[in-house]
């Protein structure tokens, strides 16, 4: 069983940058594929970014440009820096693990066996 702790939220203006921190514990890190999802008001979740073991990494047309995705596997940590932050950005971000995920379900939530609580990221104009 993995357990995944979400931090690094909060409110910020047009423009700014955050970083979100996923600790995990409970599993071999190293081997999940691990992403970040988010939720925006009145919205379904939707996929933000993955990264493989291996480091390969994919992000949503939304995001890409402006967010990176980084794992610490002797951490046992995953991140995601977000730069340029627009009020579209606002939203519970998830962090997801996954034992099975392949480049096809890569971006789908049934893909992923774990997840976080979630942290709010507010976006102000």
């Known amino acids: 069983q993995v357990q995944l702790v979400e931090s690094g939220g909060g409110l910020v203006h047009t423009g700014d940058s955050l970083r979100l921190s996923c600790d995990a514990s409970g599993g071999t890190f190293r081997s999940y594929t691990m992403a970040w999802f988010r939720r925006a008001p009145g919205k379904e979740r939707e996929f933000v970014a993955t990264?493989?073991?291996?480091?390969?990494?994919y992000y949503s047309d939304a995001v890409k440009g402006r967010f990176a995705i980084s794992r610490d596997n002797a951490k046992s940590a995953l991140y995601l820096e977000m730069n340029n932050l627009n009020a579209e950005d606002t939203a519970v971000y998830f962090c997801?693990?996954?034992?099975?995920?392949?480049?096809?379900?890569?971006?789908?939530?049934?893909?992923?066996?774990?997840w976080g609580q979630g942290t709010q990221v507010t976006v102000s104009s």
């Open positions: 990264i493989r073991p291996s480091r390969h990494s």
């Open positions: 997801a693990a996954g034992a099975r995920v392949i480049t096809s379900n890569s971006a789908s939530m049934s893909a992923y066996d774990y």
